[in-house]
């Protein structure tokens, strides 16, 4: 057991504690960069150079510097830095930690994967310690994700860097069972990682929850927590948040509204956007493909993909949790031959996080929607990023290509582009994005959008996935603001539905109004753009890219080749080759009629065994005649004989059925009769005026008559009105049968 610490010992730490406050305080103030400049522009100090407080009481640059050990850091975070072997600083840490330890807001933009998540750990660290906060000071600082999964990250890497500090600190995030005992425990805490909606929730129901003495705010990925989506929540945490704080707000794509600045309180920002006169806005490492797919080829594609990198760590981003859920179950079904796996908002957070942990440790493919494409480090890099969807924006792009080529690795991503969203590449293209397009291989394509409806058929609940798939899909891009991109009257709905497996187009009520207020028909495939080129890129997509596939090389030479089309009406299989019909037919495509097929021909015999023509029953051939003509008398006596056959016949039923129902009749009055001791039928009349108002089963009674063959009298509740056509016996069965109905 390790020894109780004594009290000359914690005392003489707190002193060395004290005396490094000191110092760190006097070298961060004396050294202080000027406000407005980028320390990345000045040349590092050497790596042997001296750090710190010298002879004459001058202390070493930081601002600048390209080493952790050269910047006014405790020796706590120092000790956490050097276990996790960070030495080095990347540009956006180079560029803002200088400014962020002076105590100066903070807006931070750089790529995805440069070291941003260091670049607020340390200052919220390095500013709690300065200020000797313990428990009982209660909540020092912020920190805010907008996903659970990035959330968790962050607090993996401030428990790595922070673990010899005395710091508490604390993870909510919602999809968790625990709340009643994080609202025991939250005043306790000094940080909080958290999500905006478990954090509002805490202010709003946690008893004695205060933040008045909060000392420093992060936003994490800041562009995201401050759209409209978080707008409501973000604007009540800040209410409640004093206004003399610090603020860091870092993002791959930052902002520089003026509003979101206001709503923020931020004073005099550093704008630090190390990456803003890069040649490019994403990684140079990272190789980005745009290919041009038709909307009801997308799942060929993505399976052809699929199974020509089954060596890759893939990431395959899609619009919806539907389409997740739908491609994931529908795919597994197949066994391309990799681990299969789906990350999507509807999870709960358990499985989430096992998934997310799953897919950083084995190489597998991981169909998501956008809760992976903000921030998420995964520890072993990704292959590759195929987005099957067009993202809403540029910054969305760049959001997710971000998860592969981090750091100093490099990475491969590609973008599926439908006809009508060929603008996006115009945008992509001024904002610095190089992409390249590419022209895929057909002789590798595996297509599997004709055995979508096998699967449906053999898996009901599939069927109901494909189907919420379908309109989840259209309704993603029926609310995208960028009408330039995303038109959901161009697309081909039918075939995009067939591709799915799906018999019949599901009904889209928004789409159906949409139509009807512009009289514009949703089964219109596609508008060509008035722009020469983007008509010959629309013509290529049309002709060239009807079929294809990826290279198994993955080398660009390779990928861009022609791609053959692919008959319109038929498709292979992704199993033996073997041609396979598709799964309907469409009212735009015209049914091709094979005029060489074989056809059926009618074989007649005589009692010989000998072959006759089909009408040689009542065909005569004549000698000298090359045909047979019809002997037209034999003809007539021959449907004569078939009349006579058939009237002897009729009678004949008609006989046995007049005798089945005499039959049925007496047995019917024989019953009546053994019955009438028992019934007393006075008052009838009277209750036949009372119920007269209720309407009565009819009765029927058979005709005897052989003239009134086929039809029926008819005999109400007034049993006078036909007494005459019936005896008197059957008058009395009626009044007890309608007497027996009215007592029932």
Request: aromatic share 6%.
């Amino acid at each position: 057991m390790r020894r109780p610490k004594s009290k000359d010992f914690r005392k003489q730490q707190r002193v060395s504690e004290e005396n490094e406050i000191k110092l760190l305080d006097s070298w961060i103030q004396n050294q202080q960069p000027e406000s407005g400049s980028n320390p990345i522009s000045l040349p590092p100090l050497p790596k042997n150079a001296p750090v710190g407080r010298f002879d004459d009481n001058s202390f070493s640059r930081y601002a600048g510097v390209a080493r952790f050990e050269q910047l006014p850091l405790s020796k706590k975070t120092k000790d956490g830095l050097r276990e996790v072997k960070f030495v080095t600083m990347t540009d956006i840490q180079r560029a803002s930690l200088p400014h962020a330890l002076c105590g100066r807001d903070i807006l931070g933009a750089a790529k995805t994967g440069s070291g941003k998540t260091l670049a607020f750990i340390i200052p919220v660290l390095e500013k709690l310690h300065r200020e000797r906060w313990g428990p009982e000071d209660g909540v020092g600082s912020i920190i805010i994700s907008p996903t659970r999964e990035l959330a968790g990250q962050l607090f993996d890497v401030l428990k790595s860097i922070g673990k010899y500090h005395n710091i508490s600190a604390g993870l909510l995030i919602g999809g968790r069972k625990d709340v009643d005992m994080e609202k025991e425990r939250v005043n306790e805490l000094n940080i909080l990682i958290c999500t905006p909606g478990r954090l509002l929730q805490h202010m709003d129901e946690t008893p004695n929850f205060d933040c008045s003495q909060m000392q420093i705010l992060v936003l994490d990925e800041a562009d995201r927590i401050l759209d409209s989506g978080f707008k409501k929540e973000l604007n009540a945490i800040i209410s409640q948040l004093p206004k003399r704080r610090q603020t860091l707000l870092f993002s791959a794509t930052q902002t520089k509204s003026i509003q979101d600045l206001a709503r923020l309180s931020l004073k005099d920002p550093e704008y630090l956007s190390v990456h803003e006169e890069s040649v490019t806005a994403t990684p140079t490492l990272l190789k980005q493909i745009v290919m041009i797919v038709p909307l009801d080829q997308k799942l060929d594609m993505l399976w052809s993909f699929i199974k020509t990198h089954l060596q890759s760590k893939t990431l395959v981003f899609l619009s919806s949790c539907k389409q997740v859920k739908f491609v994931f179950e529908a795919f597994k079904k197949l066994h391309p031959g990799i681990p299969l796996k789906c990350l999507h908002g509807r999870m709960k957070q358990e499985r989430r996080m096992a998934i997310y942990s799953e897919f950083c440790e084995k190489r597998s493919v991981l169909f998501s929607t956008d809760v992976a494409a903000r921030g998420l480090d995964f520890n072993k890099a990704v292959d590759w990023v195929v987005q099957v969807d067009c993202p809403e924006n540029v910054a969305s792009y760049i959001h997710r290509v971000g998860r592969t080529a981090r750091y100093k690795s490099g990475g491969k991503s590609v973008l599926f582009l439908l006809p009508s969203e060929i603008q996006m590449l115009e945008k992509l293209k001024a904002a610095k994005v190089p992409v390249h397009f590419n022209k895929p291989r057909k002789e590798l394509v595996q297509p599997v959008s004709g055995l979508m409806a096998s699967l449906l058929v053999k898996y009901p609940d599939l069927k109901h996935w494909a189907q919420r798939a379908f309109v989840t899909y259209l309704k993603s891009i029926h609310i995208q603001k960028d009408k330039e991109i995303f038109d959901v009257m161009k697309l081909p709905i039918d075939e995009y539905s067939a591709s799915l497996g799906l018999p019949m187009t599901p009904k889209i009520r928004f789409l159906n109004q949409k139509i009807k207020s512009k009289a514009v028909s949703t089964k219109s495939i596609l508008v060509e753009p008035e722009d020469s080129n983007m008509e010959k890129v629309l013509e290529v997509s049309r002709k060239k890219l009807d079929t294809t596939v990826f290279n198994n090389e993955e080398t660009e030479n390779d990928l861009l080749q022609a791609a053959d089309t692919s008959t319109e009406g038929e498709m292979k299989s992704s199993e033996n080759g073997e041609i396979i019909p598709a799964t309907r037919v469409l009212k735009k495509k015209k049914l091709k009629i094979n005029v060489h097929r074989p056809l059926g021909t009618r074989v007649v015999f005589d009692d010989e065994g000998n072959t006759l023509p089909p009408l040689a029953r009542i065909a005569e051939t004549q000698s000298g005649q090359e045909t047979s003509l019809l002997d037209l008398e034999q003809k007539a006596e021959y449907y004569r004989r078939m009349r006579e056959d058939l009237k002897k016949a009729d009678k004949e039923d008609k006989l046995v059925e007049r005798q089945r129902r005499r039959e049925k009749r007496i047995k019917q009055k024989m019953k009546l009769k053994a019955g009438d001791d028992q019934v007393d039928i006075s008052g009838s009349e009277e209750d036949e005026t009372v119920d007269r108002r209720h309407k009565k089963r009819k009765v029927y009674f058979d005709s005897d008559s052989d003239n009134d063959e086929g039809k029926r009298n008819e005999i109400t509740g007034n049993a006078g009105a036909s007494a005459g056509s019936i005896t008197l016996e059957e008058q009395e069965a009626l009044a007890l049968k309608l007497l027996n109905s009215m007592h029932s």
